[in-house]
């Protein structure tokens, strides 16, 4: 079984800066995709960022330039800087991989409130 574990959110003033963390647990054969995506009170969930196990990465165009994804095996983070009032959302952590029988499974995080005051 795979746990994903989610860190990080709270409250901030626009222009400031917050990291999340995400990390997957338990037996799996491979993680391939992590990514962070969002919702916002009254609209459809949306993708932040993610990165694939080799390293490639895509991002939302309404954060490049100031937020950064990153991986160090099988946790992700996420740097978010220049935060700004339209980012506040609470925040999934995505997790798409293979388990010990090779079959594919994609897990969310219970997800974290970031929320960006003016």
């Known amino acids: 079984q795979v746990q994903v574990v989610e860190s990080g959110g709270g409250l901030v003033q626009a222009g400031g800066s917050l990291r999340l963390s995400c990390a997957a647990s338990?037996?799996?054969?491979?993680?391939?995709?992590m990514g962070w995506h969002r919702q916002a009170p009254g609209k459809q969930r949306e993708l932040v960022a993610s990165i694939t196990s080799g390293g490639s990465t895509d991002y939302d165009d309404s954060v490049k330039g100031r937020f950064t994804i990153s991986r160090d095996a099988n946790t992700v983070l996420l740097q978010m800087n220049s935060l700004e009032p339209e980012d506040t959302a609470v925040y999934y952590c995505?997790?798409?991989?293979?388990?010990?029988?090779?079959?594919?499974?994609?897990?969310w995080g219970q997800g974290t409130q970031v929320t960006v005051s003016s």
């Open positions: 995505n997790v798409n991989g293979r388990n010990v029988f090779f079959v594919e499974f994609n897990l």
């Open positions: 338990g037996r799996f054969r491979s993680i391939n995709t």
